[in-house]
């Protein structure tokens, strides 16, 4: 006994809708993990990490960049810790994260 054609249709209909549901819930993921729906041409985020130090168990430094200026920030179970201004945007995170430990902490 042959399928009938209207059963066939409707599994191939049934599937497109499948995986078209699929690759569109695939793709909103893709994009909320990637920033977003940003219009082309919009100015990029004004506020990027753009490096990261594990310094211990849920604990880590940050060097931050917010409207190009470069902030080292302490990340902890707390929360936030701003350390200090970088002076250079080129400088070497060695000799920040040295100066940094040798001021006295934020109150």
């Known amino acids: 006994m042959a399928p009938d054609t209207a059963s066939i249709v409707s599994t ?22 990637n920033g977003g729906w940003s219009r082309p ?3 990029p985020a004004r506020i990027q990490i753009i490096a990261s130090r594990s310094i211990g168990w849920q604990s880590a430094l940050l060097i931050v960049e917010a409207d190009g200026q470069r902030f080292l920030v302490g990340s902890g179970r707390a929360g936030l810790t701003p350390i200090g201004a970088l002076a250079d945007r080129h400088g070497d ?4 994260l040295n100066a940094a430990s040798q001021s006295p902490p934020a109150p």
Do not use: H, P, Y
């Open 12 to 33: 191939l209909v049934s599937l497109l809708v499948i995986f078209g549901a699929l690759g569109a819930v695939a793709f909103v993921l893709g994009k909320l993990r």
């Open 41 to 43: 041409g919009a100015a």
């Open 93 to 96: 995170f060695a000799a920040a």
